[in-house]
């Protein structure tokens, strides 16, 4: 859908007579950005700042967002005279989400355009929008033709000393842990999104980007040059076969810098990330089905080649009402009683859908097999023509490992050419998500987490998932599905610490449109039946979503709807227990509802069930055992 421009006369638009500043006010009026530079005159190096205005108080979110570009031929930020802001305009646009946090969203903001022109006359506008829970702004060149390398971004959020910071240090995988930090003593190379808490207040933001395509590659934040100001960071060489520099071609508009700003619920809750992408590309998506996946990786490395064992997997599948089932790598050499195409065969047979992995193919060194099949569009037409013969549903496709623009285009050119055959796509070892799901709605998650896959790979994981996983939610979730594969009750080859309670929770405070619940067929046969009944019914995709308690690595509860019905998830990442009271006020008024309640018990491996009617103006408290949680279903009564 198209976004409606109308006039927005009540947008403030202030030019001073000494600094050419100007404001732009969000439509709720609680959000500003401004630009202007120190000198005294219209010419020179422009910046942003962020003000978050809230009972009568003016919070400087962000003193100085440096802004520019320099390209092969000329500079774009040092010398740069204002020439005029545009009218300005309300972007308005409401649109349906297949799957995500949110169905109905709206992608609603105020614009203005500012015009700019460097000394070699040539011209550079700022695209500025004010959202009620945030701010973005692009760069455009909007001369008709010329091809050129962009040499670096000038773009650099300055933060402040006092503010509070959660941030990964930066890998091709996106698979670190987020550290805590107070200060800016540390200088790296950090992943998105980057979280920061405006010193001891309730005001907080989450720097990202968003809408990356064909025309630039991915970014990251860097605090090497200045430890206070966070540059947006080009691929390094290394990173990843190309050339590391992005070359646009005329007229060109950038990726959005985006930070989501307000209070912890404006920032769970966002959308943002999806609301300002392109929108989607596909004329039908009633084929796109978000659902629930048996993966049988987590509990038996080689599963996949073991017949057997992936029939097990679709078994459990079948008996828990799942939708799909992951055939995972060296499916290529199934043995022990049938081959690949007998198990997609078998599946079907027991109404479920297969999904099935590849290899990217983009490096020698990961020799995972398949590996040739995904790597060109010749190959890739073949095999999903393949693919969809036999019955399958959607690839899982792994190890990309750069954010470079060749890499841009490949992940693209996956999903174009998927979409032909309607088959689901999702990403591991990867990015995190740019706003490609709203684009490619068949886009149904990604990896870019230290997922409970690490728990195969060394002891770390066991000691920091409990912090971990709350800070996911205030971070590495708000900004698109996330294929983290919880809910495991059993051990894989290293152990974990999280109650019962606290991984049932995981099946709602993570958001995947593709939800792999990974333990083994008995770590859920074992479950008492409240559990096991809240497993089989808990959506992949929702309706609304509201965050209700929680600060990062401490404790997080969410709750999201479906239809007339909401779930509640609740973890605790601190080792100590605590009584969480849980409001009911998200409610429908004059409704009531029936709660199933599932909480820790006496142990981490035992679980406790409550069954409540409950409204709008009730409260339940709930007790959380150390590294605990709990799990809630309310379903209306009539």
Not at 156 to 174: I, M
Not at 222 to 245: C, F, I, M, R
Request: hydrophobic fraction near 40%; proline fraction near 4%.
């Amino acid at each position: 859908m198209k976004a409606k421009l109308f006039t927005a006369l009540f947008l403030l638009i202030t030019i001073s007579a000494v600094s050419q500043k100007l404001t732009v006010t969000s439509p709720n009026k609680k959000i500003s950005v401004n630009l202007f530079h120190g000198q005294q005159v219209d010419t020179g190096e422009w910046y942003l700042k962020v003000n978050y205005h809230d009972d009568h108080q003016v919070s400087e979110m962000i003193p100085r967002v440096d802004l520019g570009l320099v390209r092969e031929d000329q500079d774009f930020s040092k010398d740069l005279q204002f020439l005029k802001a545009g009218k300005p305009t309300l972007i308005q646009e409401n649109y349906r989400a297949v799957h995500g946090k949110r169905s109905q969203c709206s992608n609603e903001a105020n614009e203005v355009v500012v015009a700019f022109e460097n000394s070699g006359k040539a011209k550079m506008n700022l695209i500025v929008r004010a959202y009620n829970d945030g701010v973005a702004f692009r760069y455009e060149f909007p001369e008709k033709e010329g091809v050129f390398t962009i040499r670096d971004e000038l773009t650099a959020y300055v933060v402040p000393d006092t503010t509070e910071r959660w941030l990964q240090k930066f890998d091709l995988s996106n698979e670190g842990l987020y550290s805590h930090m107070k200060d800016d003593q540390v200088q790296q190379n950090w992943s998105y999104p980057a979280l920061f808490r405006l010193g001891e207040s309730r005001y907080w933001y989450l720097v990202h980007e968003a809408d990356v395509d064909r025309a630039y590659c991915a970014t990251k934040l860097s605090n090497l040059g200045d430890q206070s100001s966070y540059k947006v960071t080009l691929p390094y060489p290394h990173e990843g076969e190309a050339e590391a520099l992005p070359t646009i071609s005329l007229p060109w508009k950038s990726p959005w810098r985006v930070i989501i700003l307000g209070g912890l619920s404006d920032i769970v809750e966002s959308t943002l990330i999806d609301d300002i992408s392109t929108p989607a590309v596909l004329p039908d998506t009633d084929w796109i089905k978000p659902g629930k996946v048996s993966w049988n990786y987590w509990s038996d490395n080689h599963g996949t080649r073991d017949f057997q064992t992936v029939c097990e997997f679709t078994d459990l599948a079948a008996t828990m009402g799942w939708r799909y089932t992951l055939f995972d790598w060296e499916w290529d050499v199934m043995a022990n009683g049938g081959n690949v195409e007998d198990a997609a065969k078998y599946a079907l047979s027991k109404g479920v859908k297969p999904l099935i992995w590849y290899n990217s193919g983009m490096f020698k060194w990961i020799t995972a097999t398949p590996v040739d099949r995904m790597k060109t569009h010749e190959n890739r037409m073949k095999e999903f023509a393949w693919l969809k013969e036999q019955g399958f549903a959607g690839v899982k496709i792994d190890f990309f490992l750069s954010e470079k623009q060749y890499m841009v285009d490949y992940y693209l050119d996956i999903l174009e050419d998927a979409a032909q055959f309607e088959l689901l796509v999702y990403f591991h070892g990867c990015l995190v998500p740019r706003g490609w799901a709203r684009t490619y709605p068949h886009l149904m998650t990604y990896e870019g987490v230290r997922g409970a896959e690490w728990y195969n790979n060394n002891p770390e994981l066991t000691n920091t998932a409990p912090e971990h996983n709350s800070v996911m939610a205030f971070t590495r979730n708000v900004v698109g599905s996330m294929d983290y594969t919880p809910v495991t009750f059993t051990n894989s080859q290293h152990p974990h610490i999280t109650s019962y309670g606290h991984e049932l929770a995981l099946s709602v405070v993570f958001e995947s449109a593709l939800q792999h619940l990974a333990d083994r067929p008995g770590g859920y046969a074992n479950l008492p039946d409240a559990a096991k009944w809240f497993l089989k019914e808990v959506p992949a995709a929702w309706d609304d979503t509201k965050f209700l308690d929680g600060f990062p690595g401490r404790d997080v509860m969410i709750a999201r709807q479906t239809g007339d019905s909401w779930y509640i998830g609740g973890i605790n990442s601190e080792n100590k227990e605590k009584t969480k009271t849980i409001s009911f006020d998200f409610l429908k008024a004059g409704q009531k509802y029936k709660l199933t309640l599932i909480a820790d018990g006496e142990h981490d491996k035992m679980l406790s069930s409550r069954y409540l009617v409950v409204d709008n103006s009730s409260k339940v408290d709930v007790k959380l055992l150390r590294r605990g949680g709990f799990a809630a279903s309310l379903k209306t009564l009539n």
